[in-house]
């Protein structure tokens, strides 16, 4: 079995790590973490001309042509660097969402603009009860003659404060099947009725509580069909979450070479700390984890890019890979010492980043809660 | 406009001490841990000033590189950035090479190549950092040369070149075809788009063996050698702090000239 990246892949990764290394510094995602909107627009345009906002998308739709596996290799290096910006609401959220979802004439009009910088899209998935199930949408979208005027809040929704537009998705339909009456709606920002509040987060992420008070949108504004997109919501949210494991992957590899790093360097008592066995083991486990999820997140990957069922293990990477980069960061912290702590060191970084990977898309708990009903539990 | 660049792969020259050491046995630096293969960052320079010409001119660049276990993920960089074609100089019989025998066997490709304009090399290899291989090729290939350019343009039959000097540069013209090795006040070099990388995929580098290049076995590789390394170590800093005191702050200044006086650096 070959577990590996292909030639192009690594030449991809190389590229971008080297990329990332010179155009997202820390002190730029430090910068960004208080910066109001969060998305550094000279960053953005050279990743448009680099082909990466438009990596996954079909060439017919002014994209790259990539596959999801080039996705986890760029995504790796993305979460190495602490990339700061809308690449997560935009390219996948948003825009995968129109791939899977969008009429033709949706996905022509947007993607191309996403590929090229020119949009900033966003997904307004979650509620009060954040759980991913289609039960716990209540926003409602109600028909008046041509429009729908859609009323509720949505939490926890990334980068919507500077979003061109925000895909709501809201309930058309009351049905015995929950799935069933789920429509997504292009809402313009600046529609009358809509209300942005950046919420404070830990780790930099601008995440939004977007409230919808009787706001209007055109029939014409429904992505995809109407009462019917759950099915690609589900399929947008796999590959989500896939490129969300790729990256706590890269994270976790950089918070471990950072610990490994400093462990070999750092001398008390006469000897670098990397010679004692304590620290050896904390190292040595974190390794293990790393690879695991490393592991994991690839078969999930590649699973979902042959078209095969993957729920069960792309639900086992996501929820081992959000508790294990906790652990390589927890462990990273302990190896550091007091330098770790403070917020002029870069684990910090990691080590909220990975707590904030895992509330999004879905935690340990409810991944696991996936698997057992994977194993007909 | 025909250009050759010659590349070399090395060990990333970024990674950090530890991650080395140093075989006494054979004078050689052996890696301890996992340290990744890059290009010579000069010689991907010297890429990226093939790059500029034909952005500017048009014409074919042709990468050319020795050595063994050349990993294709590292050596086809060039092909994803827009070079046209790669030849590897792959062969045990390589090993062990000296600036001279490797300048042989590069001569010897470049040859085979054919027709070119200019030849490209970067200023000094990131792990032996000699310098010779692009001064050597063009003694061998009866070329005119200029080292340490930090800017080419081409003019009728003719490259004018901005040569970096120790308190700045000249400008220097020599007819085509030429020898320049570059040197990083070039620029900044290119990142590869996603499609360039894909489109790598469809350039497989062309192999030679010495046959292929009608090499005097004798003359390339460890057999070839002109030079003998005696010994190769990690100097021994070792860093002493006199604190230069004074009654008040003047006081230690004035002990602090003297001292610097005293031991000749000022």
Partial sequence: MDFDFNDEQKMLQKGARDFFEKECPKSLVKKMAEDEKGNPPEL??????????????PEQYGGSGGNIIDLVALE??????????AFFSTVLLGGLFVLNAGSEEQKKDLLPKIANGKVVLTLALNELNPNYEAAAIEAEAKIEKDDYVISGTKLFVPDA?????????????KSTKSEDGITAFLVDRKSAGINITVLKTIAGDKLCEVAFDKVKVSKKNIVGKLDQAWVPLVKTLQQV??????????????ALEMAADHAKKRVQFDRPIGTFQAIQHIIANAMMDVDASRFLTYEAAWKFGEGLQCA?????????????????????????????????????????????????????????????????? | MNMIVCIKQVLDPEAPLSSFRIDPATNTLVPVTAVPFVISPFDEQAVEAALKIKDAKGGKITVVSLGTNLLRDVVKKPLSLGADELILLEDPAFIGGDSWST???????????????????GRQAADSDSGQVGACIAEILGLPQVTVAKKIETVDGKVKVDKVTTDGYEVVEVPTPALITVSNELGEVRFATFKGTMASKKKEPIIWKPADIGVDPAKI??????????????????????????????DAAVNLAKKLVEVKLI
């Avoid at chain 1, 953005?44 to 998308?57: D, E, V």
């Avoid at chain 1, 404060?161 to 339909?173: E, G, L, P």
């Avoid at chain 1, 979450?241 to 950089?254: D, P, S």
């Avoid at chain 2, 590789?221 to 008040?248: H, M, W, Y």
């Fill in chain 2, 103 to 121: 300048a042989y066997a590069l001569a010897a490709a470049i040859k085979k190549v054919g027709q070119f304009d200019l030849i490209f090399c």
């Fill in chain 2, 221 to 250: 590789g460890a057999a070839g050698r002109r030079t003998k390394t005696r010994k190769l170590f990690q100097p021994v800093r070792d860093s002493k702090c006199e604190i230069i005191k004074g009654e008040n702050d003047e």
């Fill in chain 1, 44 to 57: 953005w345009q050279k990743m448009a001309q680099l082909g990466w906002l438009g990596l996954i998308y």
């Fill in chain 1, 312 to 377: 069960k293990e792309i639900a086992m990477a996501k929820g081992w890979t959000s508790e294990a980069y906790q652990r390589v960061t927890a462990a990273g912290e302990q190896v550091l010492g007091g330098i770790g702590y403070t917020t002029d060191g870069d684990m910090q970084l990691y080590y909220k980043r990975a707590k904030a990977a895992e509330l999004t898309l879905g935690d340990g708990r409810f991944q696991r809660e996936a698997l057992a009903k994977e194993l007909g539990m």
């Fill in chain 1, 241 to 254: 979450t896939v490129a969300r494991c790729a990256e706590m992957v890269g994270g976790a590899q950089k």
């Fill in chain 1, 76 to 85: 790796e290096e993305m979460g190495r660097a602490c990339l700061p910006g």
């Fill in chain 1, 161 to 173: 404060h500077i979003a061109d537009y925000i895909i709501c998705i809201a309930r058309t339909k």
